[in-house]
């Protein structure tokens, strides 16, 4: 896809990776929209991507919720006449598979796999209509291999992979131009550690937990010896361009994960989330 003059929509595009793209694809002349459920850290993000000569809107959005992703897409085309990227990104991690409660694992959900399908929704039928469309959701490391202490994380994010992997699928005996990349990125210096801050109120005491403390802590660890979200935000440009289904900022560790899976399936020993080994790319 040639994307100057290009639309592109990016939820939890205030910050991380989001924020990153944004301004990696500002850079090659895309108009952009961003969502995001902090209204001042979008605000800021709108300010700061002007002055370098962006053409960009903010949205607040809850990706939680379909009517605000629907709002998101008619506020692009009210904007912009056309939309031709949708960046599935907003993301939030809490949560082991023992012992979280049963609400905490509903919000990761709604967050990381709803938000995703709500985008697909929205947003495939014009690119459908069109013929023209590249649409990307970001899963993980964690959507390719079970992680201690991150069991909510990883189911939503699994299914992130297999819904991306169908929706290529349907796409390709269609015969449809339209694109799409699943992101499954190691750890990245960004704030999915402090997932909490956007955390609903009625659930906020969950992190009171020694438990849900002690992953916090580790999460921190690991993200902080991440990789930039700059490098990722070059991937997420790279696959557009060339419909690339893959991004994998981390390759070796994904590429490990699968084959160690594989020994597993076929008898060997059980594998082993490595949690340093996904900070190195």
């Not at 039928?125 to 069109?130: N, T, Y």
Request: net charge negative; charged share 20%.
């Amino acid at each position: 896809m040639e994307l100057e003059g290009k639309t592109a929509v990016i939820t939890g595009g205030a910050s991380g990776i989001g924020l990153a793209t944004a301004t990696q694809l500002a850079k090659s002349g895309v108009h952009l929209v961003l969502g995001d459920i902090e209204e001042d850290t979008l605000a800021a993000a709108v300010k700061g991507l002007r002055e370098s000569g962006a053409r960009v809107l903010g949205v607040r959005t809850d990706v939680t919720n379909e009517k605000d992703i629907v709002a998101l897409r008619d506020a692009a085309l009210a904007e912009f006449g056309a939309v031709h990227v949708v960046f599935n990104n907003a993301g939030v991690a809490s949560g082991a598979t023992i012992g979280t409660p049963t609400d905490v694992w509903k919000w990761v959900i709604d967050v990381d796999l709803f938000g995703v399908i709500y985008g697909i929704n929205a947003f495939l039928p014009l690119f459908l209509e069109q013929n023209e469309g590249h649409v990307v959701n970001t899963a993980s490391l964690a959507g390719l291999g079970g992680a201690p202490g991150m069991g909510p994380y990883c189911a939503a994010k699994f299914a992130v992979v297999g819904l991306s992997e169908s929706l290529f699928q349907e796409l390709a005996l269609t015969g449809s131009q339209v694109g799409v990349s699943v992101l499954c990125p190691g750890f990245v210096k960004t704030r999915i550690h402090e997932s909490a801050r956007n955390m609903p109120d009625e659930l906020a005491s969950y992190n009171d937990e020694p438990a849900a403390q002690l992953i916090a802590d580790l999460a921190s660890q690991a993200v902080n010896a991440g990789i930039d979200a700059e490098v990722v935000a070059g991937a997420v440009e790279n696959a557009i361009r060339t419909n690339k289904f893959w991004i994998l900022t981390h390759e070796r560790s994904a590429v490990r994960t699968t084959e160690l899976r594989l020994e597993w399936m076929r008898g060997g020993p059980p594998m082993r989330f490595d949690l340093m080994a996904a900070t190195k790319p």
